[in-house]
């Protein structure tokens, strides 16, 4: 099938972009707004873009309202700071609970339960917890034509690592890390580890396998059939998640 992505709405080319560049790592991003008030987000649209020094950028949409800016995007522009976390499986369900479009007075910390910890060179607080995290400024901001998505680059000028990781020779242990990341609207644990070639009995082992739901939902199931997703990468508030 050929789809022409002149003729695709914004959601529909989002949906395509989601199930197709999988699995995408998770900046769980931290920052504090001119207030004080600390903010939690979970990016997949997120790379590494340089080494020296080292940058980071995150792409991201405004909310589901489509016209609204994301506080942590507002909290970027307004402070230049910001921290992304590495998200590991024992965290995942506060880093999804963080996807929840919050009102911008509420502490994210405080509404997904987790601490605070102090960062080493910049203001927002590091989540206790996480083993890995880049604290970084501002370098720039490049605003898409419709002026509400935008694209950041920022500098890493401190990292953290948690000893039991940082190996011999600057070498981070990944095997123990259990890193998360995004497919479509759903998440995956990263638990393997392979250098090509490998044996024609592996090959054959995975050819046409589905990949296992931990959740025991269906295999079908796609959160973006829910009530719960929405094309901004929020998920939504149920009323009694609202209060």
Not at 76 to 91: K, N, S
Not at 121 to 148: N, Y
Not at 216 to 223: G, I, L, N, Q
Request: aromatic content about 6%; glycine content about 6%.
């Amino acid at each position: 099938m050929h789809i022409d992505a002149e003729n695709l709405t914004a959601e529909s080319a989002y949906k395509l972009l989601i199930g197709s560049v999988i699995p995408r790592p998770i900046a769980w991003v931290s920052t504090l707004s001119t207030n004080g008030v600390g903010n939690l987000a979970p990016i997949s649209f997120f790379t590494v873009v340089g080494r020296k020094p080292p940058m980071v950028s995150l792409s991201i949409q405004p909310r589901s309202d489509g016209v609204t800016l994301k506080d942590s995007f507002v909290n970027m522009r307004d402070t230049g700071e910001f921290v992304t976390h590495l998200a590991t499986l024992p965290q995942a369900l506060p880093l999804h609970l963080s996807a929840n479009e919050f009102e911008p007075d509420e502490d994210e910390f405080d509404m997904v339960g987790l601490e605070k910890l102090p960062s080493a060179a910049v203001k927002p607080p590091r989540i206790a917890g996480a083993p890995i995290a880049f604290e970084c400024v501002v370098e720039m901001i490049v605003p898409a034509a419709d002026g509400l998505n935008h694209l950041v680059v920022g500098k890493v000028v401190q990292f953290y690592i948690r000893d039991d990781l940082y190996l011999p020779g600057g070498r981070i242990d990944t095997g123990a890390i259990a890193p998360v990341g995004r497919l479509a609207a759903e998440y995956t644990v990263v638990d393997n580890a392979f250098v090509p070639p490998l044996d024609s009995e592996t090959l054959e082992r995975f050819e046409g396998r589905r990949m296992e739901r931990l959740d025991k939902r269906p295999d079908d199931y796609s959160m973006i059939e829910t009530s719960e997703w929405s094309p901004s990468g929020s998920i939504m508030r149920t009323q009694n998640d609202a209060g």
